[in-house]
């Protein structure tokens, strides 16, 4: 292998590492991050004010501060020269009380003097001492003596230490009058103007997030075929626009389906006459084996007739309302008995469901009817949660090939091998139990039952 073929080689591990590196700090952001619309808009604005804040919190106050500390330190050290100079130039004031007079009431100074020699060693420094590096500045550029100072050991005060010529002056000073410190009344006024902000915040954003919430509870309510009589567009210009688009979307839903009925009841007027017709025929001209089968042809056309018609009518007109669902798999579970197959039932949570009670029992009675027609023991099960109702029908039947379990729903598609799901029929009884349960916003799922043959798993929220 060449260097450039090893160099290339390397390259492609570097970036291979990085990317990875890139994407578990992504991930692990994400993971971090609100997922919900008014938790990610607070923090759009909560962050960049934070981060305003605290830019002039050091660009413009910690530099007036500094500007401020540093002259009023500049102030205090020509104090103390003065006072040096005084001392050197007026010796007759033997035992200085002049001196201590004139620094306590013209300066505000409280001056002693100690021992010549009498300078403690250095002591630790803050680390973010600015009077420190303050005041050590303008000793060393005013006084030019050896010195030693204390910011640390009294809260109030700041002692100073002069070597003189044969003496060391001590000098103590206000902490105010060398040093602008105005930390609390920053964070007063940082916190403050931050919790008047953040309410305004959460204030704007709850009115504007609500009509959003509304908008999201009625398309999941007309997703689950329920009606949300109170919606009606609020919020800004944008959520307005959707919710207007919305109503109209709903409203040429619901229109489609009124003139689609409609034109289904009128074909049904029309075919279920000309069928009366006919057995009205049939019972005049007697009783003959051609006549029984020209009857039984009738009959079939009538139930055909009836399944298409309800499948493509749906559960249109019928309203949702709170069934009690162990009553309703009690029913299912009697008419299996008595149609002489085993059933069992059992349910766990709460009964009661909000569904369109007469589609919904249609629903889990072609389920059922499709079972008992295959099989001769069926299992009925349901389970609510806080989320959805489920219910499993089980059966002891020859079942359904996995790859096939998509194509029954297809409407008039009859299997000829293990399990005809609509013998007789004419295989639309899975297409209308989907076809309902979708319209409830949920769906149905074909598995292995532990039972030996098929389970139907019927799937919608609550």
């Not at 007026?90 to 004139?102: C, E, G, M």
């Not at 009294?154 to 009058?177: G, H, K």
């Not at 299996?336 to 889990?364: I, Y």
């Not at 139990?433 to 292995?448: E, K, M, V, W």
Request: charged share 25%.
């Amino acid at each position: 292998m060449s260097t450039l073929d090893t160099g290339l080689t390397l390259i492609r591990s570097a970036a291979g590492r990085v990317s990875a590196a890139n994407s578990w700090m992504g991930n692990a952001f994400k993971g971090w991050m609100p997922t919900g619309l008014y938790a990610r808009s607070l923090l759009i604005m909560i962050v960049p004010m934070v981060v305003l804040q605290s830019v002039v919190a050091f660009v413009f106050m910690e530099r007036h501060w500094n500007t401020v500390t540093r002259r009023l330190s500049a102030a205090v050290i020509a104090d103390v020269a003065t006072l040096i100079d005084v001392y050197k130039v007026y010796p007759q004031d033997k035992d200085r009380a002049q001196l201590r007079r004139i620094a306590q009431q013209r300066l505000g100074l409280v001056v002693d003097f100690l021992p010549s020699g009498d300078l403690p060693p250095p002591g630790p420094k803050p680390f973010f001492s600015l009077l420190d590096q303050t005041l050590s500045v303008q000793l060393s550029r005013q006084i030019a003596r050896p010195f030693w100072i204390d910011t640390v050991g009294r809260s109030n005060l700041v002692e100073i230490r002069i070597q003189l010529d044969d003496a060391v002056m001590r000098v103590f000073a206000q902490r105010s009058a060398a040093y602008a410190s105005n930390s609390e009344i920053f964070i007063f006024w940082m916190l403050g103007t931050s919790s008047i902000l953040l309410i305004v915040m959460v204030l704007f954003l709850r009115n504007q997030i609500k009509p959003i919430l509304r908008l999201a509870d009625a398309a999941e309510s007309f997703g689950k075929g329920r009606e949300a009589p109170n919606f009606r567009p609020r919020g800004a210009r944008e959520v307005r626009r959707a919710a207007h688009a919305f109503l109209e979307m709903k409203a040429r839903v619901e229109r489609s389906i009124e003139q689609r009925t409609a034109m289904l009841a009128g074909v049904s007027h029309d075919l279920r006459t000309i069928l009366t017709r006919f057995k009205l025929e049939l019972a005049l001209i007697g009783d003959s084996p051609e006549v029984d089968g020209m009857r039984k042809d009738v009959d079939e056309m009538a139930g055909m007739l009836e399944a298409y018609l309800a499948f493509a009518r749906g559960d249109s007109g019928e309203l949702a309302q709170p069934t009690d669902m162990m009553l309703a798999l009690e029913e299912l579970r009697s008419d299996a008995e008595r149609n002489g197959h085993a059933a069992t039932v059992t349910f766990r949570g709460l009964p009661v469901v909000t569904v369109k009670p007469a589609s919904f029992k249609r629903c889990l009675a072609n389920l059922v009817s499709n079972a008992a027609r295959h099989a001769n023991a069926i299992s009925i099960t349901g389970h609510r949660d806080h989320r959805y109702l489920t219910v499993t029908i089980d059966d002891d039947g020859p079942g359904i090939p996995a790859e096939m379990r998509e194509e029954v729903f297809k409407p008039f598609l009859r299997l000829d091998d293990a399990r005809n799901q609509d013998e007789g029929g004419t295989g639309l009884g899975l297409a209308i139990a989907r076809d309902i349960a979708r319209s409830h916003g949920g769906d149905i799922t074909l598995g292995d039952s532990p039972m030996g043959g098929l389970r139907a798993a019927v799937r919608i929220p609550v």
